[in-house]
């Protein structure tokens, strides 16, 4: 059953005749981690179980085709208390809805199909989705417009049906490279369906993500959290675990305040045991009380 409710912060809740900021607030941010991140060994529900020991409440999980696994993901979730928040869909790269190849959009749209299913089955309220890819073949204009025909008379229809938001993120996908574009583009569909899903890491290569939290704003219903070390005059980069890198996260903390988010942040770094997961936990309890992740 679709959740009843929407993601994302109070702005965008009240922005849309939701509950009021002083109603919401209380709520606070939650903490996520990837499925992708938990240890390989064991049921998925040791797995959930391991997530939810370490201090996580929720889970963002990518596309799952096989409908077993889907049921044993639902079950494994209601036994251990770990919700299943969004879905990563799957198919966005290998087929992005940015083609020029009929079937290609074709198969992005099936993809997206079934993370919707998915979404639905696990009470999710987002599905992420990347809208487009800018490459040798395709053109950023061509980028922008096609993706943008699709999203509205395929999926847009979809999501409004399973009340499920499309989360579109900004990836290095040469697409979306500032926020005020994020904004026009997320704007242009006029639906409440259609919001942003921001990586708090994949803009430092072109910005910074305090400024793209405060510009978004209200528009932001789900988060990411990596962390990024930049040597520029070298042209070397490499993700760290949170507070290892060049963020600011105090001022990522007080961004968020500013732009009034209370969603889920998720993390989106390196696999690990149950110590690490614990560790990485805490790491995001210190943000979230305006401290330094280390």
């Excluded at 799952?64 to 209601?78: M, N, Q």
């Excluded at 083609?99 to 993370?115: A, F, I, K, L, Q």
């Excluded at 993500?209 to 005059?233: A, E, Y």
């Amino acid at each position: 059953m679709a959740a009843a409710g929407l993601p994302g912060s109070a702005v965008s809740a009240r922005a849309f005749g939701g509950p009021s900021k002083a109603q919401t607030q209380t709520a606070g941010i939650k903490k996520s981690t990837l499925m992708s991140m938990l240890p390989k060994d064991g049921t998925i529900a040791e797995r959930f179980a391991i997530a939810k020991d370490a201090g996580f409440e929720a889970i963002e999980i990518q596309t799952v085709i096989r409908d077993e696994e889907a049921a044993e993901i639902s079950e494994a979730s209601k036994k251990t208390g770990l919700r299943v928040h969004s879905v990563m869909n799957a198919d966005h790269w290998r087929y992005p809805l940015s083609s020029s190849d009929p079937e290609t959009v074709n198969r992005s749209v099936r993809g997206m199909e079934t993370s919707i299913k998915n979404a639905t089955l696990w009470g999710c309220d987002t599905v992420l989705l990347v809208p487009a890819v800018v490459d040798a073949n395709t053109a950023y204009r061509d980028a922008w417009t096609r993706s943008q025909r699709v999203i509205k008379e395929r999926l847009l229809p979809m999501a409004r049906d399973a009340k499920i938001v499309i989360a579109v993120e900004e990836v290095w996908n040469k697409f979306l490279l500032s926020p005020l574009e994020m904004n026009a583009y997320v704007d242009s569909f006029k639906s409440r369906y259609v919001q942003a899903y921001f990586d708090v890491g994949n803009i430092v290569f072109y910005g910074y993500p305090q400024d793209w939290i405060r510009t978004l704003g209200p528009r932001i219903v789900k988060v990411h959290l990596k962390d990024f070390r930049l040597d520029r005059p070298n042209g070397r980069f490499a993700w760290t675990n949170l507070g290892e890198g060049d963020i600011d996260w105090l001022e990522v903390r007080r961004a968020f305040d500013d732009a009034g988010y209370r969603g889920f942040v998720t993390t989106e770094v390196a696999a690990g045991d149950a110590a690490y997961l614990k560790d990485l936990a805490g790491r995001v309890d210190r943000f979230l009380a305006g401290q330094k992740p280390v």
